[in-house]
């Protein structure tokens, strides 16, 4: 499951209800997805995409999104600290941003008027960031990340980097166990 940090106030959320009863108000949906189906240790991404068709299609129906597709990042992902590198910058888009996270951690933060809130996200978490919203992504400590997105224009988005140096603020929060050892 999901955990929120309310960074501005200092607090902590990691129930699932209570994340998705905070996020809805500001625009952000989340929710826990189940595959259909027992998908073994390393399904392919048209394994993974038929095994989660139908929240998909609902999606889909409901963002107008025209496509999805199955992102694999890994520690060994050639130009890694470049991709994460424009991850990091606070940026917005045109068009919404899908991920539902299949495999490893990551950390969204989001940037409101009000402050920073940060979604840490694992396997089984949704998370729908509306066009127009501001924020960064980090992977944690094991650089580790697969995920379904979903796309409202089959060409992708493209990010809109905001410069303001909010996201230099605030430290990842995901450190984990590696981190610590």
């Not at 917005?92 to 951690?105: K, N, S």
């Not at 950390?107 to 402050?115: D, K, Q, R, T, V």
């Amino acid at each position: 499951m999901a955990t929120l940090y309310l960074r501005d106030a200092n607090e902590t959320i990691t129930d699932p209800a209570a994340i998705a009863a905070h996020l809805a108000p500001l625009g952000i949906q989340y929710e826990r997805w189940a595959a259909d189906r027992e998908l073994g240790e390393a399904p392919s991404a048209d394994e993974v995409l038929a095994a989660y068709a139908a929240p998909i299609a609902k999606l889909k129906e409901q963002g107008g999104y025209v496509t999805a597709d199955v992102i694999d990042i890994k520690p060994d992902t050639p130009n890694l600290d470049a991709m994460l590198a424009k991850f990091k910058a606070e940026h917005w888009h045109d068009e919404d941003e899908v991920r539902f996270t299949l495999a490893g951690r990551g950390i969204f933060h989001l940037h409101f008027e009000s402050g920073v809130v940060a979604v840490e996200v694992v396997p089984g978490d949704l998370l729908r960031v509306p066009r127009g919203t501001h924020h960064w992504f980090d992977l944690c400590s094991e650089r580790r990340i697969r995920a379904i997105r979903l796309f409202q224009d089959a060409s992708g988005w493209t990010p809109q980097y905001t410069q303001t140096g909010v996201d230099a603020r605030y430290a990842p929060l995901c450190l984990g166990p590696s981190y610590i050892a």
